[in-house]
């Protein structure tokens, strides 16, 4: 983001005012439009409010801009009395198209972590930089040639990729596949993303799990779908809920998480794995089955994914490289029936042609490079190491105040706080203080829910970070004007 210079013998206002008026006349800002107002300019640039308000002046004084009580300020539709030609109300465009945004909470988080990047991050589902094996591609990448070809490649995924995958799969996730079973993707989201666009049909009834990283993605209810929720208890999801949502509703797919659940952490027991696998052959319906956190496991025994007691066919395994090794090289896999990945791919290929070769090759040598199982040990490692030294500082900072089931595995810590507090208030206290956690209705959960993500933070910063949420915590709950506390 652009910043005026300090150093520089133009005073601020007047910097300002040239880079507005340059994203002006290049379009980003058309006549009518509403710029930001002038205490949000003052906190993106890092400047006083006093010299936007003159840069705002000057270009006032131009007819570049105009304000009006109550509408704030715009791009003028006119200039030196010409009358003003007629330009897309772009305002509207932005507002309008069947693609949601994220949820308000999201857009807020990301904005906040955009301009302030010293926040602690509790908020962000991704290994921080240091457990990413940067090292060990950087070597990969020095000891192979890779990209022979810079062209497009097969929509369906990077051939030796999808048989190192069928090779990773059999191996460390009990999974029997075939190269033409497999679809490469750019992530679990891409994955999601083409089921409900491609599968399934506006108004089509479908069960996610209560609370839910689905809830999170405005990309079902872009799609048209009738969401239905299965609470997700200490054990999962309860299978016979299914049935009921059936005979009520006709659903027609069930999305699962069942291996460290986001955000709640919980492992869908053995007693409902066989329960859920009766319901879905009784009613013919598939799932969807997520497992991005089944190698992050903290135990000997790695939970296995549903897809390994498989035999009907009835599941849609969707897994990820980001939640393992690296988001920034955007793979993931989908294995599916055959004439559903014909299908997928043919409209992946719509999109964008396919992924770019060069990271499938690398995530291809990864896998089968003797450097993957040290690497996975060691994350599992460090991460159990992060876990703890989060709930080492609830513990500390917060006694009697939150109450958490420790997770086995995964990224996430869910917590219920024990006070009441609104969500919103919270997160804008926990800003100012310096810290991002993610609110718990995002994931569809009643108020009181925080989702930490232990994955994200240096390990230095936990326990700087959870005194700065209960700093904040405090602030968020404090008396009211009436001497009273909030009531619970």
Same mark, same amino acid.
């Given at each position: 983001?652009?910043?005026?210079?300090?150093?520089?013998?133009?005073?601020?206002?007047?910097?300002?005012?040239?880079?507005?008026?340059?994203?002006?006349?290049?379009?980003?800002?058309?006549?009518?439009?509403?710029?930001?107002?002038?205490?949000?300019?003052?906190?993106?640039?890092?400047?006083?409010?006093?010299?936007?308000?003159?840069?705002?002046?000057?270009?006032?004084?131009?007819?570049?801009?105009?304000?009006?009580?109550?509408?704030?300020?715009?791009?003028?539709?006119?200039?030196?009395?010409?009358?003003?030609?007629?330009?897309?109300?772009?305002?509207?465009?932005?507002?309008?198209?069947?693609?949601?945004?994220?949820?308000?909470?999201?857009?807020?988080?990301?904005?906040?972590?955009?301009?302030?990047?010293?926040?602690?991050?509790?908020?962000?589902?991704?290994?921080?930089?240091?457990?990413?094996?940067?090292?060990?591609?950087?070597?990969?990448?020095?000891?192979?040639?890779?990209?022979?070809?810079?062209?497009?490649?097969?929509?369906?995924?990077?051939?030796?990729?999808?048989?190192?995958?069928?090779?990773?799969?059999?191996?460390?996730?009990?999974?029997?596949?075939?190269?033409?079973?497999?679809?490469?993707?750019?992530?679990?989201?891409?994955?999601?993303?083409?089921?409900?666009?491609?599968?399934?049909?506006?108004?089509?009834?479908?069960?996610?799990?209560?609370?839910?990283?689905?809830?999170?993605?405005?990309?079902?209810?872009?799609?048209?779908?009738?969401?239905?929720?299965?609470?997700?208890?200490?054990?999962?999801?309860?299978?016979?809920?299914?049935?009921?949502?059936?005979?009520?509703?006709?659903?027609?797919?069930?999305?699962?998480?069942?291996?460290?659940?986001?955000?709640?952490?919980?492992?869908?027991?053995?007693?409902?794995?066989?329960?859920?696998?009766?319901?879905?052959?009784?009613?013919?319906?598939?799932?969807?089955?997520?497992?991005?956190?089944?190698?992050?496991?903290?135990?000997?025994?790695?939970?296995?994914?549903?897809?390994?007691?498989? /035999?009907?066919?009835?599941?849609?395994? +969707? !897994?990820?490289?980001?939640?393992?090794? @690296?988001?920034? =090289? *955007?793979?993931?896999?989908?294995?599916?029936?055959?004439?559903?990945?014909?299908?997928?791919?043919?409209?992946?290929?719509?999109?964008?042609?396919?992924?770019?070769?060069?990271?499938?090759?690398?995530?291809?040598?990864?896998?089968?490079?003797?450097?993957?199982?040290?690497?996975?040990?060691?994350?599992?490692?460090?991460?159990?190491?992060?876990?703890?030294?989060?709930?080492?500082?609830?513990?500390?900072?917060?006694?009697?105040?939150?109450?958490?089931?420790?997770?086995?595995?995964?990224?996430?810590?869910?917590?219920?706080?024990?006070?009441?507090?609104?969500?919103?208030?919270?997160?804008?206290?926990?800003?100012?203080?310096?810290?991002?956690?993610?609110?718990?209705?995002?994931?569809?959960?009643?108020?009181?829910?925080?989702?930490?993500?232990? /994955?994200?933070?240096?390990?230095?910063? +936990? !326990?700087?970070?959870?005194?700065?949420? @209960?700093?904040? =915590? *405090?602030?968020?709950?404090?008396?009211?004007?009436?001497?009273?506390?909030?009531?619970?």
């Amino acid at each position: 983001m652009w910043k005026p210079d300090r150093d520089s013998k133009k005073p601020l206002y007047e910097q300002i005012a040239d880079h507005l008026e340059q994203r002006i006349a290049f379009g980003e800002f058309p006549p009518g439009s509403r710029l930001p107002s002038e205490r949000r300019l003052a906190e993106q640039l890092g400047v006083n409010r006093s010299t936007v308000i003159l840069a705002f002046g000057e270009l006032r004084a131009l007819g570049i801009i105009e304000s009006r009580a109550g509408s704030g300020t715009r791009v003028s539709t006119s200039k030196w009395e010409a009358a003003p030609n007629h330009a897309p109300n772009w305002r509207r465009y932005a507002e309008g198209g069947g693609f949601l945004p994220n949820p308000p909470f999201m857009r807020k988080i990301r904005e906040s972590l955009a301009r302030h990047p010293e926040l602690i991050d509790f908020a962000s589902g991704e290994l921080s930089a240091d457990l990413a094996p940067t090292e060990e591609i950087a070597a990969l990448m020095s000891e192979h040639r890779y990209a022979s070809y810079l062209g497009y490649d097969n929509p369906q995924g990077y051939i030796p990729l999808r048989q190192a995958l069928v090779s990773y799969l059999e191996r460390h996730r009990g999974i029997r596949a075939t190269e033409s079973s497999i679809l490469v993707t750019s992530g679990s989201q891409q994955s999601l993303f083409l089921i409900t666009q491609c599968l399934l049909s506006p108004g089509d009834a479908v069960a996610i799990e209560d609370p839910s990283y689905c809830y999170s993605l405005p990309m079902f209810q872009s799609a048209g779908l009738r969401l239905f929720r299965l609470p997700v208890d200490e054990c999962g999801i309860r299978p016979e809920d299914i049935r009921a949502l059936y005979k009520k509703h006709r659903i027609k797919m069930v999305f699962t998480n069942p291996n460290y659940q986001n955000p709640t952490g919980t492992v869908l027991s053995p007693e409902r794995r066989k329960q859920l696998f009766e319901v879905a052959s009784e009613l013919g319906l598939p799932i969807v089955e997520d497992d991005p956190f089944g190698l992050t496991s903290f135990e000997p025994n790695v939970p296995a994914p549903l897809k390994s007691f498989d /035999a009907n066919g009835s599941v849609l395994y +969707i !897994g990820s490289f980001s939640k393992i090794a @690296a988001s920034g =090289l *955007r793979i993931g896999w989908m294995v599916a029936p055959n004439a559903i990945v014909e299908r997928l791919a043919d409209a992946r290929q719509q999109m964008d042609f396919g992924l770019s070769v060069i990271p499938q090759q690398v995530v291809a040598q990864f896998m089968e490079s003797p450097y993957f199982m040290p690497h996975l040990e060691r994350l599992r490692m460090q991460l159990q190491f992060k876990r703890d030294l989060l709930i080492d500082a609830l513990r500390r900072e917060l006694p009697g105040q939150v109450a958490f089931a420790v997770p086995r595995g995964g990224l996430h810590l869910w917590c219920k706080l024990l006070r009441e507090v609104h969500d919103g208030k919270l997160l804008e206290e926990a800003i100012r203080a310096g810290v991002v956690f993610v609110p718990g209705g995002v994931y569809g959960s009643d108020s009181g829910f925080v989702r930490f993500t232990y /994955a994200r933070p240096c390990a230095e910063d +936990i !326990g700087t970070g959870i005194a700065r949420f @209960a700093e904040a =915590l *405090r602030e968020a709950t404090a008396r009211t004007p009436g001497g009273q506390t909030s009531p619970r």
